[in-house]
């Protein structure tokens, strides 16, 4: 069956370092990946998308890479900020374009 | 713009009482519409979408039914609510092929 697996242990890390989550997922031919953030009591917020034939997309202090042939996307949280302390989830959705799956989210901690 | 909003805010119920969340989507047409449920700590779960009125595709089997009454309109409900319904509700809407965007969510709690 398809799966998605984050790192379920906090990631703790001191202001302006570099964070980095992964994302793996087995059984899956995804169109593209998504990354979302979300703060403790609110929905997810979108913040990237990557599709199957890109490496990498930045937005800011984000960067998102895309390896379809290790079935793993990285997500790095370059410069960080206290502000960034967050559940950051990623999302695979298959090409029929309906549904996204969600992995079960990465929490990080940024201490000043 | 597009705005997605989400009543009631919070809610307690006692076990096998009814249940009805709605859903609300402005500024778009016929989005995609999807219910997800996050118990504590953990991912968001499926557990129904719409592509157009009156078309649900239901991912879990439970006590939980969702209608599509209007285009920008989307209805979860149980007819008799469970210990293990409580948790946080999430509606989102998308163009198909596209990010999904998040209501603000609804917090059950089953007692």
């Known amino acids: 069956s398809q799966k998605i697996e984050q790192n379920s242990e906090a990631l703790n890390i001191q202001e302006g370092k570099t964070a980095t989550l992964t994302c793996n997922y087995t059984n899956y031919s995804p169109a593209y990946l998504q990354w979302y953030r979300q703060d403790p009591g609110r929905g997810p917020v979108f913040l990237l998308l990557?599709?199957?034939?890109?490496k990498e997309k930045r937005k800011e202090r984000l960067k998102v890479t895309f390896d379809t042939t290790l079935k793993q996307s990285l997500f790095h949280i370059t410069a960080s900020q206290p502000a960034d302390s967050a559940t950051y989830l990623c999302?695979?959705?298959?090409?029929?374009?309906?549904?996204?799956?969600f992995g079960g989210g990465t929490r990080v901690l940024v201490k000043p | 713009s597009q705005t997605i909003h989400q009543w009631p805010a919070t809610l307690v119920q006692p076990v096998g009482s009814p249940l009805s969340l709605e859903c609300t989507v402005e500024g778009t047409s016929n989005p995609n519409l999807y219910w997800y449920r996050q118990a504590a700590g953990r991912g968001l779960q499926l557990l129904f979408y719409s592509v157009g009125i009156g078309q649900i595709s239901s991912e879990v089997p439970q006590n939980l039914s969702a209608s599509r009454p209007q285009d920008r309109q989307f209805i979860l409900s149980s007819k008799k609510l469970l210990l293990s319904d409580s948790g946080f509700y999430l509606c989102?809407?998308?163009?198909?092929?596209?990010?999904?965007?998040f209501g603000p969510g609804t917090r059950l709690t089953v007692l």
């Open positions: 989102a809407w998308s163009v198909p092929g596209d990010t999904q965007y």
């Open positions: 999302a695979l959705e298959g090409a029929a374009g309906n549904k996204l799956t």
């Open positions: 990557i599709r199957e034939n890109e």
